[in-house]
C-alpha cells in the first residue's frame, strides 16, 4: 500500500505503516492519503485511491461528496487535539483580557534603558487589564474542544453558559455541572463577556456569527478558533469600531482580519504542540490501517461506522454503496449464485451512502468482483484476504 502525506505528518505516526506500507512520492501513486489542512477540492485524485485521513478534526478542506462517490472513505481524528486548542483558547482569552502583547513589546522597545525598572512601574498603567474570573462566557459547539474549553473555565471562575442544538451524549457526560446550557444563541451574544466558537464550517454554519449575532453583543471579546468563514467579516469590522466587539481573538486570520484594529490573530497554531500532532498522526494511521488491512470504518465523516473485527474467514468482501433498496439483496443474490456461503455480514447506512461487510467460508470465484461492482448502487467492493 502507497500512503502520500500532503502535509508534514508526525513521525510516531508514520512509525505504525509497517511492512506492506510505503510513503508515496506522488499523489497519482497512492492508494491512500494522510492530510492536515492542504486543500484538497481542487486536486484530481486516483481512480484507485481507497481512503483519506485528515490528522485533525476540521475536514472542510476535503471533498466529502466526491470522494464519497468515487468510493473514497474520508477520516478524521476526533477529539485528538482539542486539549491543544484548548490551551490556546485560555491564552487567548487572557491576552485580550490584559495588554500582555502591548507589555512585553514595551519592555523589548526599551532593552536599552538602564532605568528600565524603573521606567515600567510608570509606563505599566497602560497595559492593564481586567481578570477573567467572574466574568461571563459563552460557548458555541460543545464538542470535542468546546465542553474542554467550558470545563476549564469553570474551573478558573467564570460563569459559562454552553449552547450546542446537537450535542451528543458523550459530550455532554463530560461537561461541568457548573456549565449553563442555552437553547438560542442570543443569550449568549446579549450576555456574555467572552464568546468562543467551537463549530465545524459547514454550508449551514457559514457567516453564522452574523450582522444580526454581532449587533448583540456588548462590548464582547469574540473567540474563533474553528475557521475563518464563520464569521461575517464585514459586520465584524463593523461591530469593532461600533464597540460591540472589543476584541476579535482569531486563530484563522486572512488579509482582511490580520490588519483589523482590535484584532488578536495567531497563525493557526491551536493544534500545533507536540502531544496534538503526535496523537491526530497516530490516531490516522490506525483508523486508515484498520480500514485498507480490515475492511473496518471508525470516525468516517462520508460513510457510516462498520466493523467485523479482524479478518478470520477464507476472504472479507467490502461493498461501499448508495443508501438505496435492493443492494444488500443483489449482492446476497451474486453470491448464492457463485456459491459461496455468507458466515457474517453487517450493513450500516449515513445519509446518502452506506456500507457493508460480508465474511465468506470460500474464496469468491473469479470475475465475481467484477459482477458485484456492476450492481446498481454500487460505488467500490474491495475482496480481503
Ligand atoms: N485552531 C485549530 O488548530 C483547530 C484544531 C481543531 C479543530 N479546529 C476547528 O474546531 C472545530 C470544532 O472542533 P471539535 O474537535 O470540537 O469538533 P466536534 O465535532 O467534536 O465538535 C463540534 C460541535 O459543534 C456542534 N455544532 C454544529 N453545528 C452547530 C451550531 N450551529 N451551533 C452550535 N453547535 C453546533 C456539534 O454538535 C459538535 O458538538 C473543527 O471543526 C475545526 O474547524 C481548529
Ligand atoms: O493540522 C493542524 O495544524 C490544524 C488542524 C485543525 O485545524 C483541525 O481542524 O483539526
Redesign the pocket.
Known sequence: MKIKCLNPIARVGLDQLDAGYEIAEELDQADAVLV??AAMHDLKLPEDLLAVAR????VNNIPLDACAEKGVVVFNTPGA?ANGVKELVLAGMLLAARDIAGGMNWVKENSGDENISKAMEKAKKNFAGTEIQGKKLGVIGLGAIGVLVANAATSLGMDVYGCDPYLNVEHALSLSRHVHLVKDPSEIYQNCNYITIHVPLTEGTRKMVNQEALAQMKGAVLLNFARDLLVDEEALEEAIVSGSVRRYVTDFPNPRTAAMEGVIAMP?L???TEESEDN?AVMAVRELKDYLENGNIENSVNFPSCSLGGLRKAARITVLHRNMPNVISSFTSLCGQAGVNIADMISKSRGEYAYAMFDLDTEPPVGFLTRAQALEGVLRVRILQ
Open positions: 492536515r489542512s490528522a485533525g478534526a476540521g487535539n493557526h491551536g493544534a500545533s491526530c
